[in-house]
């Protein structure tokens, strides 16, 4: 069981069902195997603004603009960004970048400076027009916008969905990546598409590994930084150094993410198709409480369950099973491979900081932290940049505490703690090391 957030952290606003392109792998339910089988909804601006009021009173952090293709809405889609903007949610954008001109991107750029999130298929022009049903020419559009992006300064990553038909081209793609000087390079394999019964695109366990593996490759040999945007269930990474390089993606459907759909139906995951109601007609916080199956582990696998790292794992996504049902196993879970390892082996290797590697250490809280109260805490967070942690009362009270760019040490931050043992002690650290790492301490002597 996970703790029970007083609101999401992020929200994922499907702004249109609208697209220019017809992906057959896309899991947008309201098209099935490329084709759409709903007419493409869009909220009215007065709708946008009424949920931006929702989101700010629940006291949300950020806000992803997605779809659909946002840009085929090019005006709600900075009609939303200067609502956001204006009441202090940071934004992101998801989108195909096939539709932004020269004008778009400098103004996102000027105006927003905003995390775009592009999804590419392939380097070869004919895959992905053939993977996302469009033309070579909207390949070239896409990489000349991603190259202007970049040279406005713009945050651009780029997201490949991996399938049978791009499999062998994760290298060449990364290659590009780096070419096109794009921020992080993300593969995430491509989950099954709830209305559609064709799922053999989809990666078997083998091949997801490789994958992952090639990725850590890619990160060591070009330099360039990577990332996967769904979750694995542990037992699949275990034995391979993916394990420690991507432990950090487990499910946070409904725990620390929603996604509202175009009429305003809230829904724990974009993938996912039920709705727990209708921010546009009640509150976000009655439709919140209302998920919190996804917080109490309901729909945890029966064969997780006695899996001694179940509570970390959260038994991989609930939406990568063979049959629709979010009780299913993870198409590539096995929990009997972790039979008879022991826990301190499946412990990643960064949450086991040394006692004395931080001693002494001397830090100040960046002036940009802001806190988001919680009953176990506070959600930490910088207000600047996407970085955040929980932190529980003792540690939040002790922060909150503080003069403006006071220095302190580790050992005083143990001290505050009621830390005894050294195990206890261990966590207190490891927190400590975390805020460093997420850059919400800075070492004093940077
Ligand atoms: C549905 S798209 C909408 C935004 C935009 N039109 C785009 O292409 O990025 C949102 C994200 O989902 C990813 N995606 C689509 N279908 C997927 C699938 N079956 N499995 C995993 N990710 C998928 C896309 O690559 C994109 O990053």
Not at 106 to 129: F, G, Q, T
Not at 224 to 232: A, E
Not at 260 to 265: A, D, K, T, V, W
Request: with cysteine.
């Amino acid at each position: 069981m996970v703790a029970t957030l007083r609101a999401p952290i992020d929200v994922q606003i499907e702004i249109t069902q609208s697209c220019n392109q017809k992906c057959r792998h896309c899991y947008n339910f309201w098209r099935s195997n490329g084709k759409v089988i709903k007419k493409g909804q869009h909220f009215s601006r007065s709708s946008l603004q009424q949920i931006i009021n929702e989101l700010v009173l629940n006291q949300v952090i950020s806000i992803t603009i997605t779809g659909g293709e946002p840009f085929i809405r090019k005006d709600d889609t900075f009609a939303l960004l200067s609502m956001a903007k204006k009441s202090g949610l940071l934004a992101s954008i998801n989108s195909n970048f096939s539709l932004v001109d020269d004008y778009d991107i400098a103004r996102l750029a000027n105006e927003y400076d905003v995390p775009i999130l592009v999804s590419l298929l392939s380097s070869d022009p004919d895959k992905h027009a053939l993977l996302s049903g469009t033309s070579k020419c909207e390949y070239t559009r896409v990489i000349k916008s991603i190259e202007r992006a970049v040279h406005y300064g713009l945050p651009v990553s780029i997201n490949m969905v991996l399938m049978k038909e791009n499999f062998s081209d994760v290298n060449d793609l990364a290659r590009l990546a780096k070419e096109l000087g794009v921020k992080t390079f993300c593969v995430t394999k491509a989950l099954p598409n709830p209305r559609n019964t064709e799922n053999d695109f989809l990666l078997t366990s083998k091949e997801v590994l490789r994958s992952l593996q090639d990725l850590i490759s890619i990160e060591k040999s070009l330099q360039l930084p990577v990332d996967v945007l769904g979750c694995y269930p542990k037992c699949l990474l275990v034995g391979s150094d993916a394990y420690q390089r991507f432990f950090h993606r487990v499910c946070v459907a409904g725990k620390t993410t929603i996604t509202i759909g175009s009429s305003g139906e809230v829904r724990p995951c974009s993938h996912i198709t039920r709705s727990y109601g209708n921010v546009i007609e009640e509150s976000l916080e009655d439709i919140w409480l209302r998920m919190d199956d996804w917080r109490k582990d309901y729909f945890l696998p029966t064969l997780c369950s006695n899996c001694p790292i179940s509570s970390w794992c959260t038994g991989g996504c609930r939406v990568n099973t063979l049959e629709t049902g979010f009780g299913n196993m993870d198409m590539h879970a096995d929990p009997e491979i972790l039979t008879g390892i022991l826990i301190d082996q499946l412990n990643p290797e960064r949450f086991k900081t040394k006692l004395n590697d931080l001693s002494g250490y001397l830090v100040f809280l960046h002036p940009k932290v802001k806190f988001r109260e919680e009953e176990f805490g506070a959600l930490v967070y910088r207000s600047d940049q996407w970085s955040m942690i929980f932190v529980n009362n003792q540690a939040s009270d002790f922060l909150k505490n503080l003069r403006h760019g006071e220095i302190f040490s580790s050992d005083e931050f143990l001290k505050k703690s009621d830390a005894t043992c050294e195990e206890e002690k261990q966590t207190v650290l490891n927190l400590f090391n975390r805020l460093i790492s997420k850059k919400i301490l800075v070492t004093s002597k940077n």
